[in-house]
């Protein structure tokens, strides 16, 4: 398009670009959200910058909510749309998976697009840095909304690893080893799964892992240190892909 035919306005597109625009409003808030948890990280350090997101956060999905269910024409109860609590227990499952496949992909599509320019090595660095952040985040909100006290010790974090995205898409067990240690285990992994489909070697995750569950773990208890027990690309067990042992200080 030349600068002779540019539009004017958003007034001047036509529908069909207008429906294009109204995503692309939608992508941008997404992003300067992120930004915004970003530099208020960088102010006041991580755990303020989560609890600053935990009421700024209620309070933007409360606006965005009320101004779409009025423009699309979709009932609230209680802040969130009417629709969801009308979904019987099965549905909402099903809603909670899609939502946890979304983020597994979305993972990976920023995987693979850096990945694509700048090689593997590159997109592993990215990858683990963003684990150093969501892996703690998440712990807090679960810790957050299961209502947990500060230190739940080892039980606490069975209870927390199985409120994780990974929780729905993966297969996961807890073995016991005694009162103060247990083994996490990774027994099916969708991303591995995906890669042995295609006669791949697995992803060497454990770069990542050892950002991952140390952070998460220490997060839920600050007394819970963790051992990685094997990860890709470690030779393991058809059983599992990856293991790691939580341990409780005495």
Not at 123 to 149: G, Q, T, V
Not at 174 to 202: N, P, T
Not at 215 to 226: E, K, L, Q, Y
Request: aromatic share 10%; net charge negative.
């Amino acid at each position: 398009m030349s600068g002779q035919n540019l539009p004017k306005s958003i007034e001047d597109l036509p529908r069909d670009e207008l429906v294009r625009w109204v995503m692309e409003g939608f992508r941008r808030t997404l992003m300067h959200y992120g930004f915004w948890f970003r530099e208020v990280q960088n102010r006041v350090g991580f755990d303020q910058a989560v609890r600053i997101e935990a009421q700024a956060g209620d309070q933007a999905l409360g606006i965005i909510l009320k101004r779409l269910s009025s423009i699309l024409g979709f009932a609230l109860e209680d802040g969130v749309p009417k629709r969801l609590k009308e979904m019987n227990k099965e549905e909402l499952l099903g809603l909670i998976e899609a939502t946890s496949i979304n983020w597994i992909a979305n993972d990976g599509v920023w995987f693979q697009a850096v990945e694509g320019p700048f090689g593997m090595a590159d997109a592993k660095h990215c990858n683990d840095i963003c684990w150093s952040s969501f892996s703690p985040y998440e712990a807090l909100r679960i810790k957050k909304l299961l209502d947990m006290p500060e230190s739940p010790g080892l039980e606490g974090l069975k209870t927390a690893l199985g409120f994780r995205m990974y929780t729905r898409i993966n297969k996961q067990s807890i073995h016991e080893i005694d009162d103060g240690s247990f083994i996490f285990r990774m027994d099916e992994c969708r991303v591995q799964s995906a890669r042995k489909r295609r006669g791949l070697a697995d992803y060497p995750c454990k770069s990542a892992g050892m950002i991952e569950y140390p952070m998460f773990a220490s997060t839920i208890d600050s007394r819970i240190t963790t051992e990685c027990v094997g990860c890709p690309p470690d030779n393991h067990p058809d059983e599992w892909y990856c293991a790691w042992k939580f341990t409780l200080a005495k």
